[in-house]
């Protein structure tokens, strides 16, 4: 049950810094905020693997994405991002992601993030690249 | 399929004015952005409905949202968020969503948000308040 | 004195809506959304004049702004955001803003916005395209 | 000269994480987005020096803040915020800031930001609290 999902399910974390605005006025986390959490930790993975969103001929673009809220996350200074590779295939991925604080061990939100590899110029979804597609399944 | 839903299905629309930093350096609205306009065209509904989010006793907290995106949105003036209630339960509800622009009338991403009307004080499930239950199934 | 300034002031209103996250954990407008705010009336004349920032050979670069805070911005629906040009030169301009709310002939926040304009690819100042140097005078 | 300042200027030195929206579809940070990252160093020093944003009866409120932008920052993982403290009331302060980037020694941006120290409740001018003057002093 995604209420005892731990910081073990996923083997890439990522630290992100809140930001003022993170939090709107109730004082929690805002909602759309985690989707800017998953962002965050997803594009420092594929960077960190070697995409280059600027010069690449092939980049994943967005097909879907969900999240399920657990609890609100209260004014904090920093989330851990948890990411791994649920799925692989040749063009599209899925990413699954949990969203923790410092001092708990279960996640306050948990989601996913399914990319399609798309050639930049006429858009077409293409195979991952190779360099990418080791990284991804590293984490899978 | 929904890269052929219109605003017909919809019986709820809001335009939503686009900001200079909805668009990223791929010149597309961001991908986390949607669930921006999501919130919005939600939001407005519920206040022009009833709802004061500051002082209410009861209030929505999101559960679960979702977005699937179908065509890369452009640099544009505004967007139209389609809205309707898909479901109305005693302490939840789920909306669903259509993203539209000018000219086209098919929908660039669909998404939804599951709501749950929790006592603000105790944060525990409650039965959503009549005169927003009205309102809610007046788009459904 | 600043606290005295009125609409009047302003050839040019521009009304924005406000977003939920616009407004922070105190419940006014966060600081920084006041320049989002000036952003979005100086880019909605300058599209409106004729500029096209992603395919013009010259465009405007912010060189300095500033913000003065009146008074703390309640959660309102919209604000209307005053624009005047305070100066015209050769290649650089300034524009003045204020910031209202719908019942308050007073200002909340005045600001200010120093543009630059460049040739894009060389980056160095050059003159300011006639057709919008005409228009920043009919609101100078 | 403002293009000549370096992080030496700065006693404290706050290292923000950028986020794939502060950059624009010109591929640099967006001009509103500086203020954002001097919100983010300011907010650290603060809290860090005790202030608690929500119980604490005495708050600091914005009351001007000015940015200068000397060169485009391009896209990268994380800008370095310096601050300093140039005046210190008895009511109320003034932070001056640099942006820099790894690599380079010179300001890409320097800015200011003007705080009153307000009593919560009446939101009248009131003394800097002990504890936060000593911490301002630390920098100044």
Known sequence: MSHEITREVYPYIHTIQARWLDFDILGHVNNVEYYRYF???????LVDSGLDWIKDPVI????ETGCRFIKATPMVESVDAGLRVAHLGR?????????????????YATGFFVHVYVDRATEKAVAIPEKLKRALESIS
Chains 1, 2, 3, 4 share one sequence.
């Open 39 to 45: 962002e965050a930790a997803i594009i420092r993975f």
């Open 91 to 107: 063009s599209s991925m899925k990413f699954e992601l949990g969203i923790f604080i410092s001092g708990d061990p279960y996640a």
């Open 60 to 63: 994943p673009f967005a097909a």
